[in-house]
């Protein structure tokens, strides 16, 4: 099983939409959950960390799901601008900030005008 | 906002040859990664380097692999015979309390 799964996709959906993305981790030992955003050819950035009790950054919304060792991305009123490709990323026990990522594959979206 | 700079963006070399990626982390940063990206698939883990030394390195980092952080400024990927399959977008990242900043990469090109 792969440490990180996600849907590839791509979506294509039109501008103004509600998008939602998932991702299963493997390791139920991960403690740090995030939302990359990856633009072509360009490094991952941080869209947002996610938290067990839900958390939200404007029409970004992230859930976690420990339990299920699930992580979901809602994002709303889409614009072209959100046009990229949406990683899952887990890092490990430790504190935040010195553990190795683990990346999913990404879902790729494109908002269509 | 402070950057993680990655020099050069793009580096062909022939297959065989020493390679030398660089980075400039954030200066009050303590933790220093390097990541890997080859065309189409998942960003990779390589290596960590904490207080002058490797704290974690991944499988894909073998012995044609060093890190070196020489200067206290300087954060350097050494691959010391380059293979086509090395072909890929490395990142550097250095983090602290709040978490990673990454660079915005080197294009490694092995012909």
């Known amino acids: 099983r792969k440490e990180v799964e996600q849907d590839p996709g791509p979506f294509n959906v039109p501008e103004g939409a509600t998008v939602a993305f998932n991702c299963t981790y493997s390791n139920s030992a991960s403690q740090s959950f995030f939302w990359y955003r990856q633009d072509c050819r360009k490094e991952p950035k941080l869209l947002m960390s996610?938290?067990?009790s839900g958390n939200e950054d404007g029409r970004f919304t992230a859930q976690l799901n420990r339990a299920s060792q699930y992580i979901s991305l809602l994002i709303r009123d889409s614009k072209l601008s959100d046009s990229a490709t949406y990683l899952c990323?887990?890092?490990?026990?430790?504190?935040?900030?010195?553990?190795?990522?683990?990346f999913g594959t990404g879902t790729r979206l494109t908002i269509i005008p | 906002e402070p950057e993680v700079t990655q020099t050069p963006s793009h580096q062909v070399t022939q297959m065989g040859q020493e390679v030398i990626l660089r980075c400039v982390p954030i200066?009050?940063?303590?933790?220093f990664y390097w990541y890997r990206q080859i065309l189409g698939q998942k960003v990779e883990f390589l290596v960590s380097?904490?207080?002058?030394?490797?704290?974690?390195k991944s499988e894909i980092f073998d012995d044609q692999f060093s890190v070196e952080r020489p200067d206290g400024s300087n954060f350097t990927l050494k691959i010391r015979s380059t293979k086509l399959e090395d072909s890929a977008m490395y990142f550097c990242?250095?983090?602290?309390?709040?978490?990673?900043?990454f660079g915005s990469g080197t294009r490694l090109t092995v012909v």
């Open positions: 200066s009050n940063h303590l933790y």
């Open positions: 996610v938290y067990s």
């Open positions: 380097f904490y207080n002058n030394e490797i704290s974690e």
């Open positions: 990323v887990v890092s490990g026990i430790s504190n935040f900030g010195n553990e190795k990522l683990t």
């Open positions: 990242a250095s983090a602290w309390v709040y978490g990673y900043t």
